[in-house]
Every structure is written in structure tokens, then in C-alpha cells.
């Protein structure tokens, strides 16, 4: 017995599962931000966009009867309100900071705005379960990896692909020579503002995404403060997984691992305990920081060079 | 084929930043007036209510002066981590450890004179803020980790530890068995100067003034400026970069937890909660960029930010209005304000494409 949980069969595979349930919430997040700062773009609004995208997900599903559709709308409000953050520190140079807090401020109020008469709303648009024929009845790894919402296979289907246009193709080229170097990108004929608006606007659709996935699937219900500082530590995967997509899909496991274990236990009820495992995730994410700079000290850092600097190109 | 570009202008814009804040008043009314004209809600009846609740009377100026206070203290911690080009975001969680540390105090000292008690009790609001940014601060300081990321999950962690300390060993035994923290003695609770006013507003102003002052003529300030323009400067000047950075955000995590401190002898219920801070870590940050990071300008934008939000509270007591509006009202302030703020150093010239594009 650890931590008041007994460690049965069914507790360590329901475990698991949940763990790649958080994951998947985190991983879409954080390839989203992961997309804006390879462009030089550091969104710091994540919280912001997820809540957003949270709320209009669950009405659009709700509305219509559909989770998929409910699950492209937050993706496109998120993208949405993103854009408000790239007109301020792409269009017009404001600190990358200060402009993605504000849209925190602004995307949790927006969510609140739109999804107050949805707060008790007690109709429902959730993504059922698929199993993977053949792969499902493998004792254990069928139950934990072929038993998902779709919105998981996606997540893994938009992995792979941003990993193939960042580094296949010759837009994913332009996007991080942006994200390095803006001058010399910009020299080489690649448009800085066009790149950074794209990628910002791609960061809000998939942070949309996964908020909605917390309406569409995960709770299935919209309430205030749904995100409860998620989208905070999906911006801290972004620097454990080092800017890399595969990187980033573990850490996304393993933060979702600490999420997952504070809901197994509200299941078997442990009042005090609960807070503590409440900030495991938040401790971890500055204990794994500390050793990843900690490792990384004499080496160059992983992350985009023109992290938080705005580019104006009469001033270069 | 012409297009539009921002130019930077040959000098800046005199008195720009009051006038891009204003700016970013009205541009955050009118997108809020559009927002409840959506729903359905009286604009001028709403707006009217704001203006009542937060500037109409004298009673409502004492709200608006109390509300300025933890903004103004957490905007200054936060200021006084941007003179460095650090970035405190967690004033939050500072303010909330602050206030615990208070609390402690309070319950270790359950029979000293008023005015003691007050003292211990927010210097130990200072030293917590500070022993809640010492995590941060040494981690930035030794191994470069980002102070961004840190000081908001220690945010998080800081709110659960007072759900703890309310469900578990602070809890209050005349609670009715309902989680609470134990009320602080009633004569630790700081006096009134008229109104509702109370003496915190004087507090505040002094450590603000006393701040903008030493930064500006201390030595320390002086090296603090330097080290943020540039560490090889600071370098070659003999200046330890390494301790400044420890330093700065230790004050500036002291400061925030001072708010908490205030928070708690003013607060009527006397009790620490999850929300002694109450967004007013956060709001800091916004502040401080509406102040453009001087802390000789946080007062004079704290307040009109705090009108803001106690106007805002009018709101949300308004039947049917979403509360939400009040939450967007502040978001669009800062935005209006960047944009506006941008067009103090940059005017919108149409340039030939070919210009442009060359």
C-alpha cells in the first residue's frame, strides 16, 4: 500500500488508462505550444485558450449532438483568441510575456462569458470509446493503449505529422529557421509575421482542442476553472520534452501519470492526503526543470534561439 | 501597391504611457458595452453601477484605495523582478504563503498587545513571500531555470497547502466541524484612517516611495539595472550576477508576501483562505506592464486598476450580467494599452510594396 491505494489488477490497468487519458489532454496542449515557440513565439495564454476551448467545445457539442463537432469548434475558438496574442506580439512587437498572460486573463473570462448558462447543463456530447479490433483483447496492453477516445489516436496522428512538417518539409524549415534566427529566415525570403501568426494560430487550435476534450470527453461537462493550471504544465513539458514531438509525448505520459493518480484517489476518498498528491504534478514539473538545467548546464540549450523576441525588420 | 508598416517614430511620443493606458480603458469599455449589448444587458445602467460602486461617493473611493493596495504591493514585486528582466509570476502563491506565515505567527503569539502582534505578524508575511520565492530564486540563480515556470506551479502548490491547513491542523475548532482556518485575534487587525479606508493605503505608499527610491539612488538599484541591461557589463564591472538575481527575486518574493500580510489584517473575517490573494498576483503582472515595469508608476496605475475591479464586483452583483465581464474588462485594458503603447514609438506609414519589400 502506497499512498492509501491498494494495488490491485484492475487499479494499476484503470491507473494506467487514466494516464494516458491526462495525457492526451497535456500532449495536444503542449505540441501546440511546442508549434509557437519553434516559431519564436513563447504563449504563455495556454490556460486561457484551453478554457476557451473547453467551453465553446462543450456548447457546439451539446448544441449540434456531436462531439467531433464539438471538438472542432474549441479547436477553432482557440485559434481564435490566439490570434489576439500574435497581433500583439507578432503584428505589433509587445513583450511575448506580458501580451500571453493578459490572453490568460482574457480566455478564462471569454470561457466564463460564453458557458455561463451552461454551467448545470445537464445534456452531454462525449466521444465514446474505440477498440482497436485485434490489438484490444491483448491481456493489459489492449485495456491500456486500444481502448480510447478517438480524440487520443488523433492526438498520435497530429504527433506524427508536426513532426514530419517541422522537419520534412520546407514550411516546417522556414518555421524553425523563424523561431532561430528571424533576420536570416527572413533574408532567405520566408515571411516572419506570416510564420509566427500560422504557428501561433495552429498552438491556440490544438490548446482549443484539448480543452475541449476535457468537455467532450474527459468530464464531459463544462464548470468554471475546468483547466485548474494544466495549461501550466504544459507549458513546462515543452522544456522537458526539449522542443522535440517525441519528447514531449513521454513527458506528457509521465505528467499525465501524476494527474491521473489524484483522480484514482478522490475514488477511494482520502481527504488529506488528496492535497498533497494535488501538487505532485506542480512539484514535479520544477524538480524535473531543476535536473534537466541542471544536466543541460554546459551544453547549448535545446530551445528556439528567438524565444520571446519580437522581430521588426527595419530594426535588425 | 501600397502597404502599411509601423515606423518607429524619431522620439517617442511624450506622456504616451498615461494616454495608451486611458486608451486601453476605452477600448476595453467599448468591447465590454458590446459584449453585454450581445447578452441583452442595460450598458449604461452596468457602466453607471461601476462608476457608483468604485469613484461615485467617498464611501466607494475607500474600496477602490483598499483594493489598490495588494495590486500596488504585488505589482511592485513584480516591477522589482523585471528592473533584473526577471519575471515573477508567481506574487500569487507569494501572497498566499505570505499570509500562512502571518497566520503562524498570529497562533504562536496568542497573547502579545495588539500592535506587536501586527508587526511580527507582517514581517513574517515578508520573510514567507520571501521563503516561497527562495525556490525560484536559487534555482534561477545557480542553474539558470526558468523563474516563470517555477513560481507559478509553486502558485498552485501554495493553494492546496492552505485547503490542507483548512481541513487538518489549523482547522478551527469553533468551525462546526466546516474546514477553516482559526480567525487571527481581532485586535490584529489593522485601523481605519476614514471610511473604510484603512491604514494599509499608508503602508503601501510607503514601501512603494521608499522602493522607487532606493532603486533609483541606491547602489544596489544601480547594480540591479546594470546586470539587467547587460551581465557581461555587470561582469567586467565586478558585479555578481548570480547574486542580484538571488536577491531581486527574494525582495520581490518578500514584498508580494507583504500583500498577504496586509490582506490578512484587513480582511473582516480575519481567516486565511484560498482567497486572501484573490487574482491579486496575477492582476500584479498586469499592473506592473501597465506601469511599464517603474515602480514610481504602480501606485498611480493600482489605482485605477482597482477602480477597475471594485467596479467590476458592481458588475457581478448586477442580476443576470456575467461575471465573466468583469475577468474580460481587465484582459482587454492590457491589450488596448500594448497596442496603444506601441503607437507612442511607432506610427503606420503606407510605403510603396517595392519599398517594403526591399
Known sequence: MILGVTFTEAGVIGLLVATVQFGTLLYLAALGEMISEKAGVLNLGLEGMMATGAAMGFIVGVETGSPWLGLLGG???????????????????????????????????????????????????????????????IPWVGEVLFRHSPVTYLAIIIGVATWFVLNRTAVGLGLRAVGETASTADAAGHSVVRLRFAAVATGGALAGASGAYLTTYLVGS?????????????????????????????????????????????????EISGQFVDMLPFLLTIAVLVVISFRARNRPSPAPAAIGIAYRREER | ????????????????????????????????????????????????????????????????????????????????????????????????????????????????????????????????????????????????????????????????????????????????????????????????????????????????????????????????????????????????????????????GAVAGFAGGIELLTTTSGKLTVQISNGYGFAGIIVAALALMRPSSVAAVALAFGALQVGGQAIQTNPGVSPAVA????????????????????????????????
Open chain 1, 75 to 137: 479547436a477553432v475558438a482557440g485559434a481564435i483568441v490566439s490570434l489576439i496574442h500574435a497581433a500583439a506580439a507578432v503584428g505589433l512587437g509587445a513583450d511575448q510575456v506580458v501580451s500571453g498572460l493578459a490572453l490568460t486573463f482574457l480566455g478564462l473570462g471569454f470561457a466564463d462569458f460564453i458557458g455561463d448558462g451552461y454551467t448545470d447543463d445537464e445534456r452531454r456530447a462525449r466521444f465514446a470509446d474505440v477498440e482497436i479490433p485485434g490489438l484490444n483483447d
Open chain 1, 222 to 270: 463544462w464548470s468554471q476553472n475546468l483547466t485548474a493550471g494544466r495549461g501550466w504544465i504544459a507549458v513546462a513539458l515543452v522544456i522537458f520534452g526539449a522542443w522535440r514531438v517525441g519528447r514531449v509525448a513521454i513527458g506528457a505520459l509521465l505528467f499525465g501519470l501524476t494527474l491521473a493518480l489524484k483522480s484514482r484517489l478522490t475514488l477511494f476518498d482520502i
Open chain 2, 1 to 252: 501597391m501600397k502597404r502599411l508598416v509601423l515606423a518607429r517614430r524619431e522620439t517617442p511620443t511624450r506622456g504616451g504611457q498615461p494616454l495608451a493606458f486611458l486608451v486601453g480603458l476605452v477600448f476595453a469599455l467599448i468591447v465590454g458595452a458590446i459584449l453585454l449589448w450581445i447578452t441583452g444587458d442595460p450598458v449604461l445602467d452596468v457602466y453607471e453601477r461601476m462608476w457608483d460602486r468604485s469613484l461615485g461617493s467617498q464611501n466607494t473611493w475607500s474600496d477602490t484605495f483598499n483594493r489598490a493596495v495588494p495590486l500596488a504591493l504585488a505589482g511592485l514585486a513584480v516591477s522589482i523582478a523585471a528592473t533584473m528582466g526577471l519575471w515573477n509570476i508567481g506574487a500569487e502563491g507569494q501572497i498566499m504563503f505570505g499570509a500562512i506565515a502571518a497566520t503562524f505567527v498570529g497562533r504562536l503569539l496568542p497573547d502579545a498587545p495588539g500592535l506587536v502582534l501586527i508587526v511580527a505578524m507582517l514581517l513574517a508575511a515578508a520573510f514567507g513571500g520571501a521563503i516561497w520565492s527562495f525556490g525560484p530564486a536559487i534555482a534561477r540563480s545557480e542553474i539558470g531555470v526558468s523563474e516563470i515556470i517555477t513560481t507559478l506551479m509553486l502558485t498552485e502548490v501554495a493553494s492546496r497547502l492552505i485547503v490542507y491547513l483548512e481541513q487538518g491542523p489549523w482547522k478551527d475548532p469553533n468551525g462546526f466541524g466546516f474546514p477553516g482556518v482559526t480567525p487571527r485575534p481581532d485586535r490584529a487587525e489593522l485601523g481605519t484612517l476614514w471610511e473604510r479606508t484603512h491604514i494599509g493605503v499608508l503602508i503601501a505608499l510607503a514601501v512603494i516611495i521608499g522602493f522607487a527610491w532606493y532603486l533609483r539612488r541606491s547602489v544596489w538599484g544601480y547594480e540591479l539595472r546594470i546586470a539587467g541591461s547587460s551581465e557581461k557589463a555587470a561582469a567586467y564591472a565586478g558585479i555578481s550576477v548570480r547574486r542580484k538575481v538571488l536577491g531581486v527575486l527574494l525582495v520581490s
Open chain 2, 327 to 358: 475577468t474580460i474588462l481587465q484582459g482587454l485594458v492590457l491589450f488596448g494599452a500594448i497596442g496603444a503603447a506601441v503607437f507612442s514609438t511607432y506610427r503606420l506609414r503606407l510605403v510603396d510594396r517595392q519599398v517594403a519589400e526591399s
